[in-house]
């Protein structure tokens, strides 16, 4: 399973049935509202001189009354809240991930709209779609993976010690410096900042389709370049003999 970054840690903790922090952390206010006035010890005392606005239990109480009128719902114990909560933060994540999925595959300035018009891209599209679903195939992905073996730790591309990320790969590995500046006069743009991504979800549809051209470019022209670098690295599966040699196959044309 792979996990890392919003979306895809959120649907891990889900399938683990693990609540998220603020999930958490609510069901153990709501239990200490509770419970602690009813304590024999000291703590009731404590709870009773808890006053004011920022003391920890005003201030829990605001808490828990916030989250209960934003899942919308009637909450009768922590346990509850908790899951009411969470169950708030995964359609929220669901619905900014479509979002994001929506403004960049959908409308007239989206990848599909755009491949057409560029079809000379095909495999850059193909990239820039991975970019928008999930991840490009970055060398530590593709070693995870077992698809490739490699001792380098840096780039393989560039030499940079500290390796193949997606952004080093469209914004700063210098094997591409050409192909960059190449697809910078194509595409009339480039992505600022240090982070594609995080460009294009500040992008307006103009400065998106810029974008996305941009990127179906580049990875365009890239492309051969990595394969010829990446094919030597590829673990080939060889499980013995292979199974033609297995099956025995009687001989009719041998003599009785
Ligand atoms: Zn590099």
Not at 157 to 178: I, P, S, V, Y
Request: glycine share 8%; aromatic share 6%.
């Amino acid at each position: 399973m792979v996990a890392g970054r919003g979306v895809a840690l959120k649907a891990l903790g889900k399938e683990l049935h693990l609540p998220g922090v603020k999930a958490a952390v609510l069901k153990q206010q709501w239990r200490a509202v509770e419970e602690l006035p009813k304590k024999r010890t000291v703590v009731a005392k404590l709870v009773k001189e808890s006053r004011g606005r920022w003391a920890w239990r005003p201030r829990s109480l605001r808490e828990i009354k916030r989250a209960e009128k934003k899942c919308g719902q009637k909450i009768s114990s922590g346990k509850e809240l908790m899951d009411a909560w969470n169950k708030r933060e995964l359609l929220r994540d669901k619905a900014s991930a479509s979002k994001w999925y929506r403004e960049n595959t959908s409308s007239g300035f989206g990848v599909p709209a755009l491949s057409v018009k560029f079809p000379e891209l095909a495999r850059g599209w193909r990239s820039v779609l991975r970019i928008i679903s999930g991840y490009l195939w970055t060398v530590p992905r593709l070693v995870r993976a077992k698809l490739i073996e490699t001792q380098d730790a840096g780039c393989i591309f560039c030499g940079d010690l500290r390796g193949e990320t997606e952004d080093h790969m469209l914004l700063h590995c210098k094997a591409w410096t050409t192909e960059r500046e190449l697809t910078e006069a194509l595409a009339g743009t480039r992505p600022n900042g240090d982070s594609y991504k995080v460009a294009l979800r500040r992008a307006n549809e103009k400065e998106r389709r810029g974008l996305l051209v941009w990127a179906a470019a580049l990875l365009e022209k890239i492309e051969a370049k990595r394969q010829a670098t990446l094919a030597p690295l590829k673990i080939t599966r060889r499980r013995g003999r292979s199974p033609k040699d297995e099956v025995l196959l009687p001989d009719y044309h041998a003599a009785p």
